[in-house]
């Protein structure tokens, strides 16, 4: 179990291992059941948010709300009109990705940068269950002839995979506070689900086919959303003064999974940061479980490889935040 506890801090190289063995040995059978690995990660994230820390939420109401249905609708146009050059099947996972919600691991990562870690936890709670809503019909709307499946039938499943273990983990830890004592080794299980996500998502690739066309759609997106979410930081990091500084993660703060709350877990730096962070990173495992319920595997490439490259910039931004704030 102590190996596990220490899992979360390699979870950089362990997508790139995964991003290779998916190219090397990919797995048809686990392409196709991503919905099942989105399931497990979302309720390994679920466990370590008590009601508590939700509650503390009210005072950012707003905010919350605006960056849970925002991004989606906004980064999904962004995503639209990105893919329309590629190929059919990265044009779908690219819609994909933007119909996806806030990155799990942005919660930590806010903590890394000293920010205040609660507010992305909103941001992500609340964008899981828009994007499981709101996802599956727009991506039948806007992918046309190319959705294989019905977006209602979907958006049952997708409910189903997202907001059901979402419920349920939130529901256990706040009945069930004692199991904290094991959010280290949840954090490393949420960690090696996110890796085993990036194998799914690329073993349905077949090769090396295509992972050109999507790296390249995948660097453009991150670049509009890392501008989008860095005019949110400056727009509210003026209108609220600059931001907070201190971690709120300990040391499994940088990882998939990671919580918000613990003594200095919460504070006062406003939504600058948590914002910009929710609004520069989505989640490409759900991604790539939308992807391929509605387009099939070859779709999930671009969710896999957004995934790792997304991963890796996300943690050096982190890491730039929390060097430039200083000590205190």
Not at 170 to 179: C, E, G, L, Y
């Given at each position: 179990m102590r190996a596990l506890a220490g899992v979360p801090r390699v979870l950089t190289p362990l997508a790139l291992l995964a991003a290779a063995l998916a190219l090397i040995v990919p797995s048809s059978a686990v392409a196709a059941r991503s919905d099942v690995l989105l399931a497990l990660l979302v309720l390994a994230t679920a466990l370590g948010i008590p009601f508590a820390d939700l509650r503390r939420l009210?005072?950012?109401?707003?905010?919350?709300a605006v960056l849970s249905v925002a991004p989606l609708v906004l980064l999904g146009a962004v995503a639209w009109v990105i893919g329309r050059p590629f190929a059919t099947p990265i044009r779908d996972g690219l819609l994909a990705v933007g119909l996806s919600s806030s990155e799990v691991a942005s919660?930590?990562?806010v903590a890394l940068a000293g920010a205040d870690a609660t507010i992305a936890l909103g941001a992500v709670s609340g964008s899981l269950v828009a994007s499981a809503l709101i996802g599956p019909l727009a991506i039948g709307a806007l992918a046309g002839a190319s959705a294989h499946a019905d977006p209602l039938p979907l958006l049952a499943r997708f409910a189903l995979v997202v907001?059901?273990?979402?419920?349920?983990?939130?529901?256990?830890?706040?009945?069930?506070?004692?199991?904290?004592?094991?959010?280290?080794?949840?954090?490393g299980i949420a960690a090696l689900t996110v890796a085993a996500l990036i194998y799914a998502a690329l073993s349905g690739t077949h090769g090396a086919h295509h992972l050109g066309a999507a790296l390249l759609a995948s660097l453009a997106f991150l670049a509009v959303s890392a501008v989008l979410a860095e005019l949110w930081r400056r727009r509210t990091g003026r209108s609220a003064g600059g931001t907070g500084g201190g971690t709120a993660g300990g040391p499994g703060g940088g990882t998939a999974g990671g919580t918000a709350g613990g003594p200095g877990g919460r504070r006062s730096g406003g939504t600058a940061v948590p914002g910009a962070f929710a609004i520069a990173m989505r989640d490409f495992a759900v991604a790539a479980a939308l992807a391929t319920q509605a387009f099939g595997t070859s779709a999930a490439a671009v969710p896999g490889v957004y995934g790792v490259v997304m991963l890796v910039g996300g943690a050096?931004?982190?890491g730039r935040l929390a060097g430039g704030r200083g000590p205190g």
């Open positions: 009210r005072d950012h109401a707003t905010d919350v919660v930590g990562l907001i059901v273990p979402l419920i349920v983990g939130v529901a256990v830890r706040s009945r069930r506070p004692r199991i904290a004592a094991a959010d280290p080794e949840r954090e050096i931004a982190a």
